[in-house]
């Protein structure tokens, strides 16, 4: 982030403490439909319309680092296999044999020199999953091998994390993602490692889940630790980025910033957590606010000098949601031998707070199912929410959504970096 940006966020916040109400000409919200999170015919544009247009994270450029190393991918309800080629770069492909249908490998990580079935052998070259081997192949009539390579998507990398769009017409990874690869920038996300991964698997559509990352309206009713909360939401500042995007930037609580030392909650210093490898290019608000970006559709990351989660929301059905947390940092040791003390501490606690949200969240579908539920009223501080609807309604396309469930496109003009 540059000092700009900084100097803006700041002068947000101190805007969001001395507004009366929502900003002059700000629209109103109209309620967002129940159906949205409860219709099949909602759920099922989504599945045809959203999920095969949508970047998502693969995994990490480590996770197959030399040629031929490969991993699978499944989350998108679709099996995928994520290889690093002869020329060194990863691709993405189907991991499904031409011939009857089989795996190509099984494996959920491996090193192969080639991709082969084990079903019949049928082999494809790591690099452009050309079929290269066909035992008995005399006895195809006319088989064109030219046809039968495996069909490749898309895969782009940004700072060493593998992303995987099978719309083979998508807008590259970075371009999508608007200011936010120049903005995070500062995490020196190539040097990172991955920690340790955690998941849940919640009763309640992928939305309900995603949205309660983005506001913290919520976070002093259901997040307070000895009648206390870590974050003021009334200074939190909203950035309605490009594609359905968003950041969040929100100060720190009384206690909390003078526990750090800081005189005002943007008293922002270069304070360094003790014990964990510092990324010393983290600007001091980050360091000294909850900062957190969204990656539309289904990644969220509070960002952090000391390491940070990748927040992800993958949709098993209509109403079940899993919801993993993996965190990336510096590291001097070798995470699969254990974490030692302070990052099991940290781990700890951040699964607390994750725990409150599941807990928040489990009922809320049975809740919103009822005939009692009228509609969503979403209010200023939630805007980043009804910006996500919206990039929801465009990515389906909004001529394909009946009227009565869209959510209607108001947030242009706020859009910004
Ligand atoms: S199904 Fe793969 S080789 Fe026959
Ligand atoms: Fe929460």
Redesign the pocket.
């Known amino acids: 982030m540059d000092q700009n940006l900084i100097d803006r966020l700041r002068a947000e916040m101190h805007y969001e403490y001395s507004r009366t109400g929502p900003p002059e000409g700000f629209p109103a919200f109209h309620d967002i439909a129940i159906e949205r999170y409860t219709s099949d015919e909602f759920w099922e544009l989504e599945r045809t319309h959203l999920w095969p247009r949508a970047w998502v994270i693969a995994g990490r450029v480590e996770d197959a680092s030399a040629p031929g190393d490969y991993f699978t991918f499944d989350d998108l309800g679709v099996p995928l296999i994520i290889v690093r080629g002869a020329d060194n770069e990863l691709r993405c492909f189907y991991n499904t044999c031409q011939h009857r249908g089989a795996p190509v490998v099984r494996d959920e990580r491996g090193h192969a020199r080639t991709l082969r079935c084990q079903y019949h052998s049928w082999s494809y070259d790591i690099t452009d999953g050309s079929l290269t081997a066909v035992p008995d192949e005399r006895d195809f009539v006319g088989l064109n091998r030219a046809e039968r390579c495996l069909p490749q998507i898309r895969c782009d990398v940004w700072d060493g994390w593998v992303f995987v769009n099978q719309d083979t017409n998508a807008t590259p990874l970075l371009e999508w993602m608007g200011p936010i690869p120049e903005q995070l920038a500062e995490l020196q996300g190539p040097t990172l490692q991955t920690v340790a991964r955690r998941t849940e698997v919640v009763p309640c559509n992928w939305k309900v889940t995603a949205e309660?990352?983005l506001e913290?309206y919520?976070?002093r009713h259901?997040?307070q630790k000895d009648g206390d909360s870590h974050l003021d939401n009334r200074g939190a500042t909203m950035g309605l980025l490009p594609n359905g995007c968003s950041r969040m930037v929100t100060p720190f609580s009384g206690s909390s910033y003078k526990n750090l030392g800081m005189e005002t909650w943007d008293d922002w210093k270069h304070w360094e957590v003790p014990g964990f490898i510092d990324i010393p290019t983290v600007n001091p608000m980050v360091r000294c606010t909850s900062s957190a970006y969204s990656i539309f559709p289904n990644l969220i990351t509070p960002i952090a000098a000391y390491g940070f989660p990748f927040i992800t929301f993958w949709p098993i059905d209509k109403t079940t949601t899993r919801i993993d947390w993996t965190h990336y940092a510096p590291l001097d040791f070798d995470p699969s031998n254990g974490l030692p003390p302070h990052w099991e501490a940290r781990m700890e606690n951040f699964d607390r707070?994750?725990g409150?949200?599941f807990e928040?969240m489990a009922p809320m579908q049975r809740s919103l199912e009822s005939p009692a539920m009228r509609g969503v009223p979403i209010n200023y501080q939630e805007r980043r929410i009804w910006h996500f609807h919206e990039e929801v309604d465009r990515m389906i396309g909004i001529d394909r959504i009946p009227e009565h469930l869209r959510v209607e496109q108001l947030m242009a003009p706020y859009v910004g970096d």
């Open positions: 309660a990352f913290v919520h976070f259901i997040h707070i994750m409150e949200d928040n």
